[in-house]
């Protein structure tokens, strides 16, 4: 199955501010998932990235928020941007292999 | 709407004794079923993904069934180890790039 690298692990940020995450897959996939997960909560589904087209967002969420870009069938961003301490979550990436494989995630704590 | 149900939210055994973590589903009609296990502040490990043509899938000391027409799986987990110990989710894949998530079972081995 394919193999992803997500970075930052974690990252303190400022309110205000914004950071971007990246996902590298070790293979080529048509579809790249995002996924939030809230403190105590289980996984919600941000966007749906393919490569060459803008993302496909979920209800709630939206693309001046949270803008993904798709530049190759390998590589994904997400970024979370003008972050309050409500966006403190794990943040995830997901390739549909054999079954789902998702990133290592990326721990945000906005102060 | 896919409602997905796990039960018990936290489970705490001694190590050494086999337990069930149950995960329920509101629409049988599904693709697939997928059994992850997350560690605190961590990304998603596949542990077991059954087709909705199967009944059940092992590997190691973990077997994971499926009765689609009521709308359950299982977690068998034999002889627990204090490694064992994390938050294991069970997710519905509905196709169309729709993958549900339970809540989680919060499981504590101990030694």
């Known amino acids: 199955s394919a193999v992803i690298s997500q970075k930052p692990s974690r990252d303190i940020c400022q309110r205000g501010t914004s950071l971007t995450i990246q996902c590298q897959v070790d293979s080529q996939v048509t579809m790249m998932f995002w996924y939030r997960q809230q403190p105590g909560q289980s996984l919600t589904l941000i966007a749906t990235?393919?490569?060459?087209?803008?993302?496909?967002?979920e209800s709630g969420f939206v693309i001046d928020k949270f803008p993904i870009s798709r530049p190759n069938l390998t590589f994904s961003t997400l970024t979370v941007s003008n972050m309050s301490p409500e966006d403190s979550s794990i943040y995830l990436c997901?390739?549909?292999?054999?079954?789902?494989?998702f990133g290592s995630g990326t721990r945000l704590t906005v102060v | 709407k896919q409602e997905v149900t796990q039960i018990p939210a936290a489970l705490s055994v001694p190590e050494g004794e086999n337990l069930v973590l149950n995960c329920s589903f509101t629409d049988s009609a599904i693709y697939n079923l997928q059994w992850f296990r997350q560690d605190p502040g961590k990304g998603l490990t596949s542990l077991l993904l059954?087709?909705?043509?199967?009944r059940e899938q092992t590997s190691g000391r973990l077997n994971a069934s499926l009765d689609k027409s009521s709308g359950r799986s299982t977690l068998y987990i034999a002889a627990s180890q204090p490694g064992d110990s994390a938050t294991y989710l069970c997710?519905?894949?509905?196709?169309?790039?729709?993958?549900?998530f339970g809540q989680g079972t919060r499981l504590t081995i101990n030694p």
């Open positions: 997710a519905v894949n509905q196709g169309a790039q729709k993958l549900v």
């Open positions: 990235a393919n490569q060459g087209s803008e993302a496909t967002y």
């Open positions: 059954i087709q909705s043509s199967q």
């Open positions: 997901s390739v549909d292999d054999v079954g789902y494989t």
